[in-house]
């Protein structure tokens, strides 16, 4: 199914205001807490974010690229994984919003961008 806007699914280890950031100009984004996730794996908080159909953001490279090349590897699809350095949520917002403003969903679906 075809989607312009990317929805976002916030890994717990990223500032809940950055939520609150982005929806404020009008994207969807759920938070790990919002979706009562906390705790999962690295691996269930992507499961859980392709089966809503919402790009990851997450802090955690390593673990994040290492299920990208796994999914790559059997052929599994996912909704994009956008990986951030840790900064103010401000900053990280600028840098989110200029993806979810220049990307549709569709574009970023099976890829890995980096903030």
Known sequence: MSSLFIALYLDEDVDVLLADLIRARGFDVQTTQEAE??????????????????????????????????????????????????????????????ILNLVTADEIENQIRYL
């Open 37 to 98: 996730q906390i705790g999962r794996t690295d691996a269930e908080q992507l499961t859980y974010a392709v089966r809503q159909r919402r790009a990851m953001l997450t802090h955690n490279r390593v673990d994040f690229e290492k299920l990208a090349e796994e999914y790559f590897n059997v052929g599994q699809q996912h909704c994009g994984i956008l990986i951030a350095v840790r900064r103010p949520p401000y900053d990280l917002a600028k840098r989110v919003l200029t």
